[in-house]
């Protein structure tokens, strides 16, 4: 029976087994104005690639040409900027000489703005022409950022300044690239997690049912532990790539609050993102998270992280009082970047009995643990299933009259 004040309901849990396309076709527009690939990684900080000029002083209408070069890179972003104003929005256009191993994109606004790769195969040399606009200022330094590989990259290396001629010499003589916020302190947990809390304090997804991943390397394992304004976070589970879950407003990716487990040599790397539909996510920023730990061990990756329940202004961030569907993610990595698997499971669970007497998470206070032995179905299927749930989701009905939703899974 319901406990007071609860409506018997359901609730949906995704297992997506799919996850990340990568698209290196140099369409990086989202990181025209800070120049920094949202891999979720941190830059190198010294710079093994050049950028020549043809000349150093220039007039409007001038079309002066920038070459980057260096070792085999396989991306890049390059942009002119003045030479005062390095924060500022890029200046002038470019034309290509070489449109096999570059493009132009839209910055802020102005097309041909900025130049990119189109592919990621290595290269050594770029080759473009910078057009000096008419309202040009009297300094220009090129700015480019540089990606090796997905977890090796420079952000914003200069070029020497080029000037106009009669211009007052530079204010700013020496490049200041503001630093990168600092990262959170991530600790290490010293042994597994445990379901003893489970139905108690912590809200658990287990598989296979009633597993404890203290006792079982193979159980997969979430939980949420809510405590006072905040929720901590636990999920491990064997994989020597990624283990991630989101929170969704509807049956399908997009849109989505993301937080991603990601195994990086014998270290794991705690990262937000967020999804905007069925491709990469996009990384955001480790502010909002705290007392982040992990642990590698037997195959198993762990890691938990607390973060508040509403972050008010902070965009992409689910305020965790409301209701959602969760999707769960594995996959392989490779460089620190992630790649997909294709399978695509729906489970069912009912709640069964509150977490806690009055606040309670996700807008409904449930414990549940899912059963592993369930039957993979087709997307037809899942849409199908999904909008049944979806129309009943947190009401009373369906199941009190006896109707069993597509492949319900085992409950305790």
């Known amino acids: 029976m319901a406990a007071p004040g609860f409506t018997l309901g359901t609730f949906v849990f995704v297992l997506l087994v799919s996850s990340v396309v990568n698209y290196p076709n140099g369409k990086v527009t989202k990181s ?15 710079p093994i690639h050049h950028i020549a000029v043809s000349q150093r002083k220039f007039r409007p209408g001038d079309r002066i040409e920038v070459t980057l070069s260096g070792p085999p890179f396989k991306g890049f972003l390059l942009e002119a900027h003045d030479a005062e104003d390095l924060s500022g929005l890029p200046i002038g256009s470019f034309t290509l000489i070489d ?24 290269k050594t040399e770029i080759k473009v022409y910078w057009n000096a606009p008419s309202s040009a200022p009297d300094h220009i330094r090129f700015l480019v950022t540089v990606v090796e590989k997905y977890k090796i990259y420079w952000v914003r290396i200069p070029s020497d300044v ?47 049912v009633n597993c404890d991943p203290e006792k079982e390397p193979a159980c997969v394992f979430l939980s949420f532990t809510r405590e006072d304004q905040s ?5 491990s589970g064997p994989s020597d790539g990624y283990l991630s879950f989101a929170f969704s407003h509807d049956r399908w990716m997009g849109h989505d609050d993301a937080y991603m487990c990601i195994r990086e040599d014998q270290s794991v790397h705690i990262q937000p993102s967020h999804l ?33 329940i509403t972050l008010p202004g902070v965009k992409n961030r689910f305020d965790l009082n409301e209701s959602f ?15 997909k ?8 669970a009912r709640f069964l009995r509150p977490v806690w007497s009055k606040a309670f998470f996700l807008g409904q206070a449930v414990v549940s643990s899912i059963s592993s ?10 849409k199908d299933a999904g909008c049944l749930i979806k129309s009943c989701l947190f009401k009373s009905p369906l199941w009190s009259s006896g109707h069993t939703p597509l492949n319900a899974p085992d409950l305790v």
């Open 373 to 382: 032995s369930f039957t993979l179905t087709s997307l037809v299927d899942c």
């Open 231 to 235: 929720v901590m976070v636990e999920m």
């Open 325 to 339: 569907y969760i999707f769960l993610a594995d996959g392989a990595v490779k460089d620190g970047r992630i790649y």
């Open 99 to 122: 449109s096999q191993v570059s493009q132009l994109l839209t910055c802020e606004d102005v097309q041909g703005s900025a130049v990119s790769h189109t592919s990621s195969s290595k």
């Open 162 to 208: 080029i000037s106009q001629p009669n211009a007052l010499p530079l204010t700013t003589p020496t490049v200041t690239i503001a630093p990168l916020s600092p990262s959170p302190p991530v600790s290490h947990l010293t042994k597994p997690f445990s379901a003893s809390d489970c139905g108690n304090r912590k809200f658990c997804v287990r598989s296979p």
């Open 32 to 46: 025209c104005r800070g120049m920094v690939p949202l891999h979720g990684h941190s830059p190198q900080s010294e």
């Open 276 to 308: 905007t539909g069925r491709s990469h996510p996009v990384m955001d920023s480790r502010g909002i998270l705290e007392d982040m730990a992990w642990r590698l061990a037997d195959g198993v990756i762990q890691c938990s992280f607390r973060r508040n």
């Open 341 to 348: 698997h294709s399978n695509i499971g729906v489970l069912v």
